[in-house]
């Protein structure tokens, strides 16, 4: 049986998730606090692992009831505890000396700032699945594997890429419940540079993303209309939600059907 197994937020895009036992949907149909806030630099452009890989040496832990972060950069023993929605210019400082370069932090509540904005729903993939992938690349585990994907929802209970399940040949979105939630699945995530480097020192794997397309496509389930693959560098599932949904809560062990 297909159960939720983790729930991962990534308050601040880019830096460290936290997982929690329940999650609200917003009328979005974004997870709340998922992506709430993102640094940005003077051009106004996402200060990420994709445009700054010095970006994944921060360490960050986040306490959302009392709406905290604890910062944590390399090469210092120190950590230093901010509030999330009363010190953003104090956090902006500190990552910017971090960095060398000026940053703002900006905060959105109502959808974040997800890299799929026609889909800013939570990205879906298997526990099986990053089992699966971790085995093709030696030296990464299954968690360091997780923490590259940085999928919101993890499904065990399933085989591998049971979550290809999730979408369709065309536009035409295949609908599923997480307990007592609709949800709707899109596509299958085009993955970027991202996955591709240590997420804690940013180093980059040799031919990771040739290695993962090869791989990818010779244990494509033979089910799997690839009609929304136009390569293989794709994994998790990008989802919406119906305006009905807003409000609900998702919770850990609720049973996922199509």
């Not at 596509?187 to 970027?192: A, K, L, V």
């Amino acid at each position: 049986m297909a159960y939720l197994a983790k729930i991962l937020l990534y308050p601040i895009k880019s830096l460290d998730g936290v997982e929690v036992e329940k999650s609200t949907i917003l009328s979005s149909s974004a997870l709340r606090h998922d992506r709430e806030f993102a640094f940005v630099d003077a051009q106004n452009r996402f200060v990420n692992g994709k445009r700054y890989p010095q970006i994944l040496m921060l360490r960050s832990e986040f306490f959302l009831e009392q709406r905290l972060v604890k910062l944590k950069f390399p090469g210092k023993n120190s950590e230093q505890v901010f509030h999330l929605d009363e010190e953003h210019s104090a956090i902006a400082a500190t990552v910017s000396d971090f960095l060398g370069f000026p940053v703002q932090l900006q905060q959105n509540t109502a959808m974040g700032f997800p890299d799929d904005t026609d889909s800013p729903g939570a990205t879906i993939i298997s526990t099986a699945t990053l089992t699966e992938v971790a085995s093709w690349f030696s030296g990464i585990s299954v968690d360091e594997m997780r923490r590259r994907i940085r999928a919101n929802l993890e499904i065990d209970g399933v085989p591998a890429f049971w979550e290809d399940r999730l979408f369709a040949a065309g536009s035409e979105p295949v609908a599923f419940t997480v307990g007592d939630v609709k949800f709707l699945g899109i596509n299958p995530c085009q993955r970027c540079v991202v996955p591709t480097r240590d997420s804690y020192s940013g180093e980059v794997y040799p031919n990771f993303q040739k290695i993962f397309g090869q791989k990818r496509q010779a244990t494509m389930p033979i089910w799997v209309n690839t009609a929304q693959f136009n390569h293989f560098y794709r994994l998790g599932i990008n989802t919406r939600v119906p305006v009905t949904e807003a409000g609900k809560m998702i919770t850990l062990g609720s049973k996922i059907e199509i």
